[in-house]
């Protein structure tokens, strides 16, 4: 084959420019440390990518659900907490006076406990989580659901589904009818209306009607029994979430994995790699100026 | 045989060397053009004489200037030509489509899209909050900006192929006048039987810039001229026939937005049929308006009108804070990622339909919401994918057009460079041969004069005699 000097200078420039363009990539390898930086870099490893990215984002939507509901169960979980605590108040206090007293300042003062006892019963039913929700009124959450005046139930009894990973649900709140009144089904906790049962205690020890009173003992125990069952079904959701939640950030894991397996730079390889396209370019260019210096004319007189 | 005949011959060889010199000089001055060819002095003994009664030689006589050139070689550079033509316009723009749909870096649609869905997960863990609702109306508003801005990258980008038919046409039809100008000054040339091996060159060379510009045929006349054709499914026109030049024109009347290709054949009186290129730039630019970039448009607007469209379905099924049937939020118009909008019937975050059907005011019931952010995964509308899939998919099928598209330009390269490696090798011009060709022939030349000093001595020698 015939060698030309311009041939040789073409095939010069055509090579330095692919060194160079090897080089570069390299260069931008190892600044970004990302295998992909555009979707023609590898539009397989891309597509990929971006759907364990959008995975990545259902989870942590998924995390920050339970999270929230989280929070709305533990002030939950105090209401209950304190409504027991009111009735085992009670129920010593009508234990007290479970035969009956003939002595009218005693009657008056248990049933005026028993009264304030209901009212911080009902306060605590009407318990409102961070952001202004009744967590006892079902979704009729912006009105107070119990007052202490009739004991009715302004809310409903539908309970708020959350979603905590895909096409997976969680029941977040218990509805006061089921607490308190011991109404509903799917889950019911008992039978007894609680503050009904308050209202009838304080009627016996003000009539001293010792048979009422112990009527009252029997279903305050059903009633703590009630709360205790309703506590009961709260943990178990809790304990739910909890593993729900670790479950999603073991995928979260798994899926970064997948991401860092496919993007991140192996940094050694890419810097011995590196090391090596120097060497040739700087080769390639010694080589390049050296043979184009020479020519004939040199040795012309 | 006389002393006369010897200067004969030194005077023949002095002129025949000075042509070769020249011709040398020639090639040195051209080393550099593009598309020269270089070219060498044919030597030939000139004719015999017998004057002695012996025949011999009468000196030597240039009897031609041939020009190094493979017309295969040609025909193969001009076919590499229109393919790297075709794949770099193509690649180029490809290029710059991609940062619109880099998801792999930065945040876009995809991620508008998650956000919006998350918003909906959020309210639905307070049905009645202000700030969640108006988080999804925000992220609502993301995704239609997402939507106008790629709708907007992608129309520019087929607007800016059409306009730059304009400039391709006009150089294209520059080229076809200078090729045909060419041919007429080739054929003068050859007819008064001179050398025209620069013309052939530089018209070689304008058919090269032309085969890239658009996919052309040629064939070469006994008279020099080169006749350039240009086929496609309608048919074959001539566009150089001698020296008659057809042109391309653009209808702009008819679509302004996408001008129709028209082709005046090479000496017809017209009017100018219309033409539907596949090849060269000319080829990859229309593609480029008329099915790539269209192609991905289609497919962002199928997206933007399916959410649109599930996503009002589903407000519309359900209650907003107030107790009121849901309306759309986007807007019921929606037709394209261009026409995307929030409907401007939603004036409040209370009008997020967040409850069930038939829920009270100010319902805490999430079950709209659920039902909303569960699109996020829905498969029943995008052809078994979620709406973030098939902008996934998206993402990677314009990656693969783009990567496929730069592996083909550095196929292309390297083939015509292999191909302009062997040109160079045959027709190119190297210093070393002609600076050594240069010495040669100098050395002849001095001889050739030492021949005619010679012979004046000689002579100088015989006039000696009869004085």
């Known amino acids: 084959m015939r060698i030309t000097t311009n041939m040789t200078a073409n095939n010069a420039i055509y090579h330095l420019q692919q060194n160079l363009a090897n080089l570069s990539k390299l260069q931008e390898l190892s600044t970004t440390q990302q295998n992909i930086n555009r979707p023609s870099d590898d539009p397989n490893a891309a597509g990929v990518l971006l759907d364990i990215a959008d995975k990545l984002k259902a989870s942590d939507q998924y995390n920050t659900n339970i999270s929230k509901a989280s929070t709305f169960m533990q002030v939950t979980s105090t209401a209950l907490t304190g409504i027991a605590g009111f009735i085992t108040q009670a129920k010593s206090l009508v234990d007290s006076i479970s035969s009956g007293t003939t002595d009218q300042t005693q009657r008056q003062t248990v049933s005026d406990q028993l009264a304030s006892l209901k009212k911080q019963i009902v306060d605590m039913a009407n318990t409102q989580s961070a952001d202004g929700q009744y967590v006892l009124g079902g979704t009729a959450s912006s009105t107070p659901p119990f007052n202490n005046a009739n004991n009715t139930y302004a809310g409903d009894s539908t309970q708020v589904n959350i979603e905590v990973t895909q096409n997976s649900t969680q029941t977040m709140n218990l509805t006061g009818d089921r607490v308190l009144q011991g109404v509903g089904s799917n889950p019911s906790y008992g039978t007894t209306d609680i503050l009904g049962t308050f209202d009838n205690l304080i009627a016996a020890v003000s009539a001293n009607n010792v048979t009422s009173i112990q009527q009252g003992t029997t279903a305050l125990e059903a009633g703590a029994q009630q709360i205790t069952n309703a506590q009961i079904d709260l943990t178990a959701r809790m304990t739910r979430l909890d593993s729900m939640s670790k479950m999603n950030t073991n995928n979260q894991t798994t899926l970064q994995n997948m991401a860092s397996d496919i993007q991140t730079v192996d940094l050694a390889k890419v810097g011995v790699q590196l090391s090596q396209q120097q060497t040739a370019y700087s080769a390639a260019l010694s080589a390049t100026a050296k043979i184009s210096q020479m020519s004939l004319l040199d040795y012309l007189p | ?467």
């Open chain 2, 1 to 467: 045989m006389s002393l006369n005949s010897i200067m004969q011959i030194g005077k023949s060889g002095l002129s025949a060397y000075r042509v070769a010199t020249e011709i040398t000089g020639e090639n040195i001055a051209n080393v550099n053009t593009p598309g020269y060819s270089r070219q060498r002095a044919i030597l030939e003994t000139a004719p015999q004489s017998a004057i002695n009664g012996f025949s011999l030689g009468t000196g030597v006589s240039v009897t031609g200037v041939q020009r190094f050139y493979d017309g295969l070689l040609q025909q193969q550079m001009v076919t590499a030509q229109t393919t790297l033509g075709y794949d770099s316009t193509s690649s180029n723009v490809l290029q710059q489509i991609e940062p619109t749909f880099n998801e792999v870096t930065t945040n876009g649609l995809g991620d508008a899209i998650s956000k919006f869905f998350g918003s909906w997960q959020d309210l639905s863990l307070n049905p009645t909050g202000t700030a969640e609702r108006q988080a999804v109306l925000t992220t609502a508003q993301n995704v239609v900006d997402n939507f106008h801005s790629i709708s907007k990258t992608l129309s520019d980008t087929v607007a800016a192929q059409n306009s730059s038919l304009t400039p391709l046409t006009d150089s294209i039809n520059a080229t076809l006048n200078s090729i045909a100008q060419l041919n007429g000054q080739i054929k003068t040339t050859q007819m008064t039987s001179g050398n025209a091996n620069e013309l052939k060159d530089q018209r070689d060379q304008l058919i090269q810039d032309l085969s890239k510009q658009v996919g052309i045929t040629y064939t070469e006349n006994s008279d020099g001229t080169t006749d350039v054709n240009y086929t496609d499914a309608s048919g074959t026109y001539a566009l150089v026939s001698g020296s008659k030049a057809g042109a391309f024109s653009l209808d702009k009347i008819t679509n302004p937005n996408s001008y129709a290709v028209q082709l005046t054949a090479a000496g017809s009186a017209g009017p100018a049929t219309t033409v539907a290129p596949t090849q060269g730039a000319l080829g990859a630019t229309l593609a480029l308006r008329d099915t790539i970039i269209p192609g991905y448009q289609k497919q962002v607007d199928l997206l933007a009108t399916t959410i649109a469209t599930k996503v009002n379905a589903q407000q519309t099924s359900g209650a907003d804070l107030t107790g009121a049937t849901g309306i759309a939020l986007f807007d019921p118009a929606t037709s394209s990622a261009a026409t995307i909008a929030i409907n401007p019937a939603v004036t409040s975050t209370n009008q997020i339909a967040a409850a069930a059907s038939g829920s009270p005011a100010m319902s805490g019931d999430n079950s709209n919401a659920l039902a909303m952010a569960g699109l996020l995964n829905d498969t029943s509308t995008m052809g078994g994918s979620t709406f973030n899939g098939y902008y996934n998919t998206l993402v990677s099928k314009v990656g693969l057009d783009v990567q496929s598209s730069q592996n083909t330009v550095s196929r292309d390269e390297a083939f015509s460079n292999q191909l302009s490696t062997l040109r160079e090798s045959n027709s190119g011009v190297s210093l070393d041969e002609e600076l050594t060709n240069l010495v040669t022939y100098q050395r002849s030349y001095q001889a050739s004069s030492k021949i005619i000093t010679t012979a004046t001595d000689m002579m100088d020698t015989v006039l000696g005699l009869i004085s």
